[in-house]
């Protein structure tokens, strides 16, 4: 079985600080990890995906996160946030058999304070 | 090219109703998935089909949930006799071939009255 941690709901940064969003995850087969961001009344949208390759994953906007199997997390980190970070995000695993439907944390809402 | 689209976008319907949910994936996506996302549960996987394969049906909550998909493209959810526990946003997704990643749509919020 597999299943994911988000620590916190929620997280309020100020405008141009270090975003961290923290992703821990459980998974008895090599898993594949993403980060999903959903605006307000949207889809989800993919940042960014860990499928075996590199550790250090770069995505979409700024944000990267990294596999680190010792620790079983894939945290989320964007070096400085902009407002228009402001979203909630949601980290996901599926199998590396591929056809198995994703997983997903139950989410941290991204507030960014100017 | 256009991306995953759902129809409607919102639904509000009484109590004991039936409802039917239309997602068309990407075209040449092979993988469909419905998820529901509701404020208690979060995301939850509902069911998923791959080409002509039988769909994984492990997710559905309960026997009044179906769903089927038509010619490996246009998939309809139908929750029959509708229950206020079924208010939520249900998502559809696609996917090339099950092994990359997933497309969503954006979703059908369910309101039931």
């Known amino acids: 079985a597999q299943s994911v941690t988000q620590l916190g709901s929620h997280v309020s940064v100020s405008e141009g600080a270090l975003v961290l969003l923290r992703c821990n995850y459980s998974?008895?087969?090599?898993?594949?990890l993403f980060w999903y961001v959903q605006y307000p009344n949207q889809g989800l949208q993919l940042l960014l995906k860990y499928t075996s390759a590199a550790t250090l994953v770069k995505g979409i906007n700024g944000f990267e996160a990294e596999f680190k199997k010792s620790e079983t997390s894939f945290h989320l980190t964007k070096p400085s946030a902009h407002m228009s970070d402001a979203a909630e995000y949601f980290c996901a695993v599926s199998g590396s058999s591929g056809n198995t439907p994703l997983v997903f944390g139950k989410g941290t809402r991204l507030s960014v304070i100017a | 090219g256009a991306g995953v689209s759902q129809s409607p976008s919102n639904k509000v319907t009484e109590k004991g109703k039936d409802v039917e949910l239309r997602c068309d994936p990407i075209s040449g996506h092979t993988a469909l998935y419905w998820y529901r996302q509701s404020l208690g549960q979060g995301l939850e996987f509902l069911i998923y089909?791959?080409?002509?394969?039988?769909?994984?049906k492990s997710g559905l909550p309960s026997d009044r949930f179906s769903a089927e998909r038509t010619g490996g493209s246009v998939s309809t959810l139908t929750i029959q006799r509708t229950q206020q526990e079924d208010s939520a946003v249900y998502l559809c997704?696609?996917?090339?071939?099950?092994?990359?990643?997933?497309?969503f749509g954006p979703g059908t919020r369910l309101t039931v009255l």
């Open positions: 089909f791959q080409g002509n394969s039988a769909p994984d």
């Open positions: 997704a696609s996917s090339l071939d099950g092994l990359n990643e997933q497309f």
């Open positions: 998974s008895s087969v090599p898993p594949y």
